[in-house]
């Protein structure tokens, strides 16, 4: 054989060496890199009509369907300790959906009050697409948060088993948990005081409905359906008021009507361990968007080994473009109400919103 002849056989070689791996056909004429992944298509097309109201980035997300399943994924992944295991107890399974299959112990716990709501809403989902619930809750969370105008777009392994043990109890933090208390439970998990602040960015988009019930759907900033900075504006403003009843557990004093405030975020936001991590955000969105897709890609994981699952994140959506405005004092707020606290770096000088005081709307039932 020549030379040249060699030389045309390499070379179809190599091309046949690099044609693309041939990807499983999947309902609707999608395709999909893993015929596993297939499932997830159709379970996009359900919740994105029937849970998250066409894909809005509303109460559901973290309250109703999109708010509180963003929170289930931590509701359900946080129930793991190292400190635990090692005492010879058993530590939790993470992120294995025990809180959706033994609902009648867990949203039981104290920490989880008001979750059964989402779990039993989740439920008939996962069931009738025959999924398993860790599997579930963390497609429904990275399904809701893409929704929301310039937010993450998250990671998705599929794979985890439907068999579970109830986690032990006293391991979500708590609105009325201080900081160092709450720092030490999430170590306990494997996450740092850093990853604590990158995982609160998920309160940019977030409302309370029982600390105090009484005022149910009650945002943690003026934004509460952007995934923006706003939030740890916000929180860094002198409180001067309550939203509603009163001072509840796990309740401070807000900057503005209508705005309820959370314990625990007042004293992150102004502990010197996360200050300056908190204080980052407000002037670096990608930075915000980045860290929590990063922080979340192991909280989604945690108990588990990510190899041993399979990747389906093309399935998420791609969330909206969008620019967003620069964040700015709410109108009738100065930089005198600012109570910052990273002593490395000043905060930022932000401009004040036009108009009257803001008053923030409660987010409306889904």
């Known amino acids: ?47 994105q009509e029937n849970l998250f109201d066409n894909a809005e980035c509303g109460e559901d997300v973290h309250e109703g369907s999109c708010d509180q399943s963003l929170r289930l994924t931590f509701h359900d992944a946080i129930g793991f300790s190292k400190n635990l295991t090692a005492h010879g107890q058993f530590g939790g399974g993470g992120a294995d959906g025990s ?28 069931l ?4 398993a619930f860790g599997d579930f809750i963390q497609f429904a969370g990275a399904v809701g948060v893409s929704n929301c105008a310039g937010g993450p777009r998250l990671q998705f392994l599929a794979g985890r088993s439907n068999i579970s043990q109830p986690s032990p109890d ?13 720092f030490a439970r999430m170590e306990d998990a494997g996450f740092s005081i850093i990853d604590t602040v990158d995982l609160l960015a998920s309160h940019t988009v977030a409302a309370q409905d029982k600390v105090d019930a009484s005022i149910p759907g009650t945002p943690f900033d003026s934004t509460p359906s952007t995934f923006d900075a706003q939030f740890f504006v916000e929180t860094l403003l002198n409180g001067t008021l309550f939203p509603g009843n009163g001072s509840n557990v796990g309740e401070v004093l807000s900057p503005l009507h209508g705005e309820f405030r959370l314990q625990s975020d007042f004293e992150i936001a102004r502990d010197s361990r996360s200050a300056c991590e908190w204080q980052s955000f407000i002037t670096d969105h990608t930075k915000m968007v ?33 620019t967003l405005p620069p964040p700015t004092l709410p109108a009738g707020q100065t930089l005198g109400d600012v109570q910052g606290a990273c002593a490395a770096t000043p905060f930022p000088r932000l401009s004040t919103a036009p108009g009257p005081a803001t008053s923030v709307a409660p987010v409306p039932p889904s």
């Not at 009050?113 to 989402?118: S, Y």
């Open 1 to 47: 054989m020549s030379f040249k002849s060699l030389i045309a056989l390499s070379a179809l070689a190599v091309t046949v060496l690099a044609a693309p791996p041939r990807r499983a056909a999947c309902s609707n004429g999608r395709t999909a890199s893993d015929a596993a992944c297939c499932v997830w298509f159709d379970v996009l097309d359900d919740i």
């Open 128 to 131: 009738k697409h025959n999924v």
């Open 170 to 182: 006293l391991l979500v933090p708590e609105p009325s948990d201080a900081a160092d208390k709450i």
């Open 290 to 322: 980045t860290k929590f897709e990063s922080v979340m890609k192991r909280l989604a994981t945690v108990g588990h080994n990510p190899n041993s699952l399979t990747d389906c994140s093309e399935v998420i959506p791609v969330p909206k473009a969008v």
């Open 99 to 126: 809180i959706m299959a033994f609902a009648q112990i867990e949203t039981n716990f104290h920490a989880n009050v008001g979750v059964d709501e989402i779990v039993e809403t989740q439920r008939p989902f996962a």
